[in-house]
């Protein structure tokens, strides 16, 4: 209808309180930045530098803004896809620590998997060893059911474990347009330990999302496929059953293109 207006939160309630609101904040953008006007969304690797993860106790204009990563970060670092557990007490995320000037991108901090307790306003990095921690770049967290994390990182710990055992070099494999290690599906206890490759492709595998039936559902890079496309799959927590579940031939599914072509537009 025509009847809006703007929320402005609630007063504390002794028996109902707002959920925290949590959301990442980075400098706008320049647009006289040629490297970022041209920048391919498929290139994972970036380092935003100035991005940090806040939270407000409550939805509300008058609530006061936490900065919750400036103490590892030092305004240098870069913060992306956030996600809240199944009870709304813990979010994690995907943060690249304090940027170092003039190192070169091998040499820079690698993108990490941390997490708020908001019960009890504790950062933690999810792999606490330093050694584990720097094996490679951990993107895209989402809490599976029963308190696991689901993530996509360039790791590729089975499909290393398979060259160890054919005694080849270990090394990542590359995406399919050699730019950058391919970030393939992870998943770890809460804690950090027992990591384990679920998901196996030549390009990337993103953006896991849990779905009623329990199986995880992520968006899969088809580089080889003619028109170099992303698809849905689905897929078990312990990398078994993979399906496609959108995609392949059925992309055009977007609006009537204008006359005379009688086909839809591509999604």
Do not use: C
Request: proline fraction near 6%; glycine fraction near 4%; charge should be negative.
């Amino acid at each position: 209808g025509t009847d809006v207006t703007v929320g402005s939160g609630q007063n504390q309630d002794p028996v109902t309180l707002d959920f925290p609101v949590f959301y990442v904040k980075r400098p706008v953008p320049d647009p006289e930045d040629d490297e970022l006007a041209n920048a391919d969304a498929r290139e994972l690797l970036r380092f935003e530098v100035g991005a940090d993860l806040f939270m407000k106790d409550r939805a509300s204009i008058s609530s006061p803004e936490v900065n919750i990563t400036a103490i590892e970060t030092a305004r240098l670092g870069d913060v992306r896809d956030v996600d809240v557990n199944y009870d709304g007490t813990k979010v994690v995320f995907a943060m690249r620590a304090r940027f170092i000037e003039d190192a070169d991108e091998e040499d820079q901090p690698t993108w990490n998997i941390w997490e708020y307790d908001t019960t009890a306003r504790q950062l933690r990095r999810i792999i606490s060893s330093d050694v584990t921690e720097e094996e490679g770049h951990d993107i895209m967290p989402h809490y599976l059911p029963d308190g696991r994390i689901v993530f996509s990182s360039t790791r590729q710990r089975q499909s290393r474990a398979i060259l160890l055992d054919e005694n080849k070099p270990q090394f990542a494999a590359q995406d399919e347009n050699n730019n950058e290690p391919a970030f393939v599906l992870h998943v770890m206890n809460a804690d950090g330990t027992n990591i384990h490759q679920i998901s196996f492709n030549q390009s990337h595998d993103l953006d896991p999302a849990v779905l009623a039936n329990g199986r995880i559902l992520f968006t899969r890079w088809e580089h080889n496929i003619d028109d170099n496309q992303f698809d849905l799959y689905s897929i078990n927590p312990d990398g078994s059953d993979l399906q496609l579940y959108y995609g392949a031939n059925s992309h055009a599914t977007g609006t009537p293109l204008p006359a005379p072509a009688t086909t839809n537009s591509v999604i």
